[in-house]
């Protein structure tokens, strides 16, 4: 990852339900943009950090952005939004855990988890752990998005018991 003042950095949280952290980094401590960076965060405090491999981090460059969002919010262009999904994968002895994060336009990040455990019966084949564990966060992600979708809309209308299905 590579960073220089003036981009904002959006750390999702790495527990289910932990809040997202964002803010501008202020120094590119490490060579070529690398970290540590120092960061001023919404919150006001400033600290230096060097994102672990457990981090979550979405950098978005502030000079280039506006031109780019210019040329895409132009009408007959339609409008442009990226969201990423990060997946992380821990395992230990049997168990495996997948935590997926969301990260999109919106200062909220959404995650989930996923777990799976292997049967002493079963071969040892670790891809197939992080395959159910995997599938079983993203799942749960969607799931997590349809519920936010129905609330947003039953706040927008008026409505009661909005169901989105999932087709």
């Known amino acids: 990852m ?7 950095i959006i750390l999702a949280g790495e527990l289910v339900d932990q809040p997202t952290r964002a803010g501008e980094v202020l120094e590119a401590r490490g060579a070529e943009g690398g970290p540590p960076y120092v960061v001023r965060w919404e919150d006001g405090h400033t600290s230096t950090m060097f994102p672990g491999p457990g981090a979550v981090l979405k950098v978005t460059e502030s000079s280039g952005a506006a031109e ?3 040329v895409v919010a132009r009408p007959e262009l339609g409008t442009l939004r990226e969201w990423s ?12 855990t997948a935590t997926v994060a969301l990260l999109a336009d919106s200062p909220e990040a959404l995650t989930a988890k996923g777990t799976s455990h292997r049967s002493s019966a079963d071969p040892d084949a670790a891809h197939i752990g992080d395959e159910v564990a995997v599938a079983r966060a993203l799942r749960r992600l969607a799931d997590h998005l349809l519920a936010s979708a129905e609330h947003d809309i039953e706040e927008a209308t008026g409505e009661v018991d909005v169901v989105v299905r999932a087709r």
């Open 2 to 8: 590579r960073a220089k003042p003036g981009d904002r």
């Open 68 to 70: 780019h969002t210019e």
């Open 85 to 96: 999904v990060r997946v992380t994968i821990f395992e230990k002895g049997d168990d495996t």
